[in-house]
């Protein structure tokens, strides 16, 4: 194992950044921000529909929202215990791709809660009935009064844990969008046809996973086999076979600490010194974007010092960081509601003059609720 100077860290971080569209917005819709970034982490609703918006020339909060009424983007459990919010049309195939192994993670918890396969079952069809009658989407607090009706009454952790178990088996996914909520709907009826592994692979498990590879390498590059892995849970020995088939669009961006190649999109150094002091600017992400969720090797961006305050207690909630010349160096509480006023920075350290002026700016711009 070895260690990257600063200067490298900066330059991987930076070459990130571009690659993942927060410098330049290169996409010209939400959903094309999020097809390039493949998931983005998504258990906190108000920062995932940020997120492709600060990726979008112009981009704004509504237009993440119209894209998920529409049915472009959807959110569930492609592959772990996290929900993502991904392309409707990559959904059902990718957790087609991890969904025995999600189940078989969580048996020991499913059988705590009581249940059975019968009783899941039951729920499946009790849900997608309800959804059927009611026009297609429901609360998750309707769903389950429908569950209750049929005679499978829950409390709060059931409840939690049996939608999630349905959303990983692929019979429900949060679809569209009702004030703060984002509703369910029934994954069948709601996704495109073309979207499941057997429409879009013949069912050829290494052939969807060497594009999943493929399209992560390409949209969160510079990255490795092992950080597609991590992000994943699918196993590195079977990527490392898929390798050369995932990689031969891709190119070599040296290697990490641990000695593994980084790969990535062609052209990265070069737009990353086309856009020049753009790169360094103080810019404000919400909490779990993928510039800090994507990876492992999360000190590459934040000092081991400060990784308390970016996850206080080691709860697993991140909290919105405040970026600049490649690092992040505070945290920021995002309004509910459209703010006015200072920017709610917490930095690490003080900060000059000019980088307060960037991060105002930056509040000024970014996506916040209407």
Known sequence: MGTLTASRRRELAELRLVNQGLVDRPFATPLEAVTHLVCLQGQHLPGVLAAPALRVAGGTRQQVIEACNRGELARGYPMRGTVFMTAASDLAWMTELTRDRQRASAAKRFVEHGFTEEILELAAETARAALAVAGGSLSREAVAEALGAAGIALDSGQRYHLLVTLMVRGDL??????????????????LPDDGTLEARFNGDEDAAITEWLRRYLAGHGPATLRDFSWWTKLPLGRLRKLEAAATATLVQYGEDALGETLWGPSGLVERRSALGPAVRRGRLLPAFDEVVLGYPDRELIVEAEHHPKLVPGNNGVFQATAHRDGKVVGIWKPSASKPGGEVPLIPFAELPAVALREFAAAYCEYPHPD
């Open 173 to 190: 996914a949060y679809g569209p969008l009702r004030g703060r909520d984002q509703l369910l709907v029934d994954a069948h009826a709601w």
